[in-house]
């Protein structure tokens, strides 16, 4: 069975400093991986994805995370955050391909926040 | 843009009470899921649904029932509340071409 560790459940960070949200996955064979985005009070969406090609992916907003396949390690990262990027991240992997019906496995979650 | 609805966002009812929640997707996906998230444990898969009339059980499915009559609606049932079934519950349609979940705003239920 998949599994995905997030190791900090909470990340206090400074406006404009920058952030890294640490996500580990096993698996042994080839995997679909996803960061989710949880502002308050609202579901969750799609931050960012990494299917194949480029192992470094980015967001519209300025985050990216790094498929690392020796070290089985997605890790999310924004080199400067903003006050709007306080909310609960979630990182997921897929499982192998089966004909389109893949399902999601979660991590237990980070919660930012950013201190003005 | 894709749009998941739930039926309530709030929701209070009592031990021993038939729940139904109600997901509605307008993408035409084939792909539902029902999680429930918990502090501290992220989001867990309670049962999914690969087309109309078909489920599959996802990790945490005891206590729990679904229904998939028509393709745009996912309904997952507690057939008989209990208090540990207090949580904040999230329904999802997948794009199968994008490998793209969409989420509801949820449903916080409390069972008193």
């Known amino acids: 069975a998949q599994s995905v560790t997030q190791l900090d459940s909470q990340v206090p960070v400074f406006e404009e400093a920058p952030v890294e949200l640490r996500c580990n996955y096993s698996s042994s064979v080839s995997v679909y991986l996803f960061w989710y985005v949880q502002y308050p009070n609202q579901g969750l969406q799609l931050l960012l994805k990494y299917l194949s090609g480029s192992t470094l992916v980015e967001s519209i907003n300025g985050f990216e995370a790094e498929f690392n396949k020796s070290q089985t390690s997605f890790h999310l990262r924004k080199p400067s955050v903003h006050i709007s990027d306080t909310a609960e991240y979630f990182c997921a992997v897929s499982d192998p391909p089966n004909f389109g019906n893949e399902k999601l496995t979660f991590g237990t979650g980070t919660r930012l926040t950013i201190i003005p | 843009d894709v749009k998941v609805t739930q039926s309530s966002r709030y929701l209070v009812k009592r031990t021993g009470e038939k729940v139904f929640l109600e997901c509605v997707q307008d993408?035409?996906?084939?792909?539902m899921f029902w999680y429930r998230q918990d502090p501290g444990l992220g989001l867990r898969l309670i049962y999914f649904?690969?087309?109309?009339?078909?489920?599959e059980k996802g990790d945490i499915p005891e206590g729990y029932s679904v229904s998939r009559e028509k393709k745009e609606r996912f309904s997952l049932i507690l057939e008989s509340a209990s208090t540990n079934q207090t949580s904040m519950y999230l329904c999802a349609s997948r794009d199968r071409v994008t490998d793209t979940q969409y989420f509801g705003p949820g449903t916080r239920l409390t069972v008193l």
């Open positions: 993408m035409d996906h084939e792909n």
């Open positions: 649904s690969y087309d109309v009339k078909m489920k």
